[in-house]
């Protein structure tokens, strides 16, 4: 239920201490923390299937350890959240706000990015498997290719450690490439996330250096579209 609050629009009528969550489908924070602890899912592919585009090295480590840290530190700040909760000591809930967002999107972002990747033996870069993205992609920027060049772009001069995504805006029914710093959730600018691409350095620099622009050009050719269309399909 965590995870699926922050695969939909923020409902900004909520009252800030509760931003992470919408009332309906989180209550609150505690009753996150006192239904299960979040897990860290298994990826749908084994950790050299993406070669050459991403080694299995950082595959491995991001993985296991970035990954995996952020769900530690996620249970951590939630279990601390709700004990602040249950004695109704608001400076202490509002001080963990802060690391519940970072990794609670970490977490969030993390399991999009693994379903938005597939080896290409799994249809990884095949774009005939999103015919209506693909169609909603060329409406929106006139092919697919300026598409790819604008999302590169935008998604390079991201300044530090962030993301880059490939958005649904519901209000106008469009596409919209957007960026988030650090572990910011995209379903807080509103935006329904489809596809999300990981430029912290962990994600890359073991191969790619500081070259951050190589490594966006590479992870075209495992981009799981399959998955990027039952997204926009379900956002719709």
Known sequence: AFASAFARPLDRSLPSTVMLARVRAVPTL???CTRAKHTLPDLPFEANALEPAISA?????????????????LNAALEKYADAEAKGDMAAMIALQGAIKFNGGGHVNHSIFWTNLAPTTCGGGD???????????E??????????TTFNATTAAV????????????ASDSLKIATCANQDPLSTTGLVPLLGV???????????????PDYLKAIWGVVNWRNVEERFAKAK
């Not at 090295?57 to 530190?73: D, G, L």
């Not at 880059?164 to 519901?170: A, H």
Request: net charge positive.
């Open 127 to 137: 774009m005939s498997t999103a015919p209506s993205v693909q169609k909603a992609i």
């Open 30 to 32: 505690r009753g996150v």
């Open 198 to 212: 990981d430029v912290w350095e962990h994600a890359y620099y073991l191969q790619y250096k500081n070259v951050r």
């Open 57 to 73: 090295e950082i595959m491995t480590i991001h993985h296991s350890k970035h990954h995996n840290t952020y769900v530690t530190n």
């Open 139 to 148: 409406k929106q920027w006139g092919s697919v290719d300026t598409f790819k």
């Open 159 to 170: 300044q530090g450690s962030g993301w880059g995504w490939l958005g649904y805006c519901k």
